[in-house]
């Protein structure tokens, strides 16, 4: 896919040092953007690349067709909605392994 900017760069993932949310969460100024609604976050950056993992790369579009809510309050609602969204797609890499 042709990315607006490299998904490794300092618009992307720094590097392959953000991933996931981390990325996502830089799109946001928790101190103006709220409330905030997934139409008008994907609006603005549904083109951009957020790296998943080493391997992988989606589309903000792509991640946001998993998120049920519309509208987030603050952040930290944005983040529990997103998260919840990254974990039902099976883009959260990380597992807890219960013993």
């Not at 008008?40 to 993992?53: E, N, S, T, W």
Request: proline share 6%; aromatic share 14%.
């Amino acid at each position: 896919m042709d990315w607006p900017h490299d998904p490794d760069g300092d618009e992307g993932s720094e590097g392959r040092r953000k991933y996931g949310q981390a990325v996502l969460a830089k799109k946001i100024d928790e101190g103006e953007d709220f409330p905030l609604t997934q139409s008008a976050f994907v609006d603005d950056y549904g083109d951009h690349p957020i790296r998943i993992d080493y391997e992988t790369v989606v589309s903000v579009a792509e991640i946001f067709e998993h998120v049920d809510q519309e509208e987030y309050e603050d952040f930290p609602d944005f983040h529990k909605a997103v998260g919840q969204a990254l974990r039902d797609a099976d883009y959260w890499p990380y597992r807890l392994e219960h013993a």
